[in-house]
T-cell receptor, first 110, second 119 residues
Framework: QSALTQPASVSGSPGQSITISCTGTSSDVGGYNYVSWYQQHPGKAPKLMIYKVTDRPSGVSDRFSGSKSGNTASLTISGLQAEDEADYYC??????????FGGGTKLTVL | EVQLVQSGAEVKQPGESLQISCKVSGYNFFRYWIGWVRQMPGKGLEWMGIIYPGDSDTRYSPSFQGQVTISADKSISTAYLQWSSLRASDTAMYYCARDPGWGDGFDYWGQGTLVSVSS
């Protein structure tokens, strides 16, 4: 069970938008609308940002949005802010009844 | 207020056994999945496994099947992650996290338990 594929790093300037991709297979990302995204700052526990592909938990900024096409899910952050600099991970539930993370993406706000 | 409070850091030698805990409060322990996640130093998140305390349905990542045991004690609203024989490669931060419903993502996380294994 290999990790979902994410770019190792992305960057953007304050105010810009960035998109992080998460590619899996028809047995995970493509199989269900059960993709979630997590933000992790150094030394902190992960925080849920998006669940079920597009839903945002209460309290999460609407600058964060999710989407999916086929076997690839995406997280878009609009109006980048310095506080968005963190590691981001996607997660998918699988048709075999397990869960798998992406390899993680380091977001740098220039 | 939902809280997941994990046991403290551990320093162990290879071959020793270990059980770390995740005590929850603020919701009905029986009705939500609890998962465990490993993060090795400087590395990404890895899903280890998950348990549904209501009926003890437990699922493991193929990478961790047979390497760890996940359990839960409903009487004290606590989930556990256990090793029978630690290795140096088990050195990592371990998080527990709540899944409100299969597929809903992990909405609340413990603070993490650092496990260090060295001779």
């Amino acid at each position: 069970q290999s990790a979902l594929t994410q770019p190792a790093s992305v960057s953007g300037s304050p105010g810009q938008s960035i998109t992080i991709s998460c590619t899996g297979t028809s047995s995970d990302v493509g199989g269900y609308n059960y993709v979630s995204w997590y933000q992790q700052h150094p030394g902190k526990a992960p925080k849920l940002m998006i669940y079920k592909v597009t839903d945002r938990p209460s309290g999460v900024s609407d600058r964060f949005s999710g989407s999916k096409s086929g076997n690839t899910a995406s997280l878009t952050i609009s109006g980048l802010q310095a506080e968005d600099e963190a590691d981001y991970y996607c997660l998918s539930y699988t048709v075999s009844g397990t869960v798998i993370f992406g390899g993680g993406t380091k977001l740098t706000v220039l | 207020e939902v809280q997941l409070v994990q046991s403290g850091a551990e320093v162990k030698q290879p071959g020793e056994s270990l059980q770390i805990s995740c005590k929850v409060s603020g919701y009905n322990f029986f009705r939500y999945w609890i998962g465990w996640v490993r993060q090795m130093p400087g590395k990404g998140l890895e899903w280890m496994g998950i348990i549904y305390p209501g009926d003890s349905d437990t699922r493991y990542s193929p990478s961790f099947q047979g390497q760890v045991t996940i359990s839960a004690d409903k009487s004290i609203s606590t989930a556990y992650l256990q090793w029978s024989s630690l290795r140096a490669s088990d050195t990592a931060m371990y998080y527990c996290a709540r899944d409100p419903g299969w597929g809903d993502g992990f909405d609340y996380w413990g603070q993490g338990t650092l496990v260090s294994v060295s001779s």
